[in-house]
Nanobody, 123 residues
């Protein structure tokens, strides 16, 4: 079992940057593909980025490509989301997720989820 805890959210002006972290418990973090998703109240969870177990392959939603970077440190059991050039439309609760299979952008396939961290981008 994996427990995930996100941190690093907050309030930032448009054009600014934030780095989200997701710390995972357990000794098998390196066996999990990781994803970041975001959600607004009343809306479906939206894919942001994903990274394979080794960190070699990453994949991004078109809306964040070129602005966000997902990375992981398996020695620290942590996955990161560096968010640059933030826009008001990036405002959402951001969640990290883990799955032993590579589930890509399909949120309903991820087995484990964190509690989320709020990101608010003011214009």
């Amino acid at each position: 079992q994996v427990q995930l805890v996100e941190s690093g959210g907050g309030l930032v002006q448009a054009g600014g940057s934030l780095r989200l972290s997701c710390a995972a418990s357990g000794r098998t973090f390196s066996s999990y593909a990781m994803g970041w998703f975001r959600q607004l109240p009343g809306k479906e969870r939206e894919f942001v980025a994903t990274i394979t177990q080794t960190g070699i392959t990453t994949y991004y939603a078109d809306s964040v490509k070129g602005r966000f970077t997902i990375s992981r440190d398996n020695a620290k059991n942590t996955v990161y989301l560096q968010m640059n050039s933030l826009k008001p439309e990036d405002t959402a609760v951001y969640y990290c997720a883990a799955d032993q299979a590579y589930s890509g952008s399909y949120y309903y396939l991820y087995e484990y989820w964190g509690q989320g961290t709020q990101v608010t981008v003011s214009s």
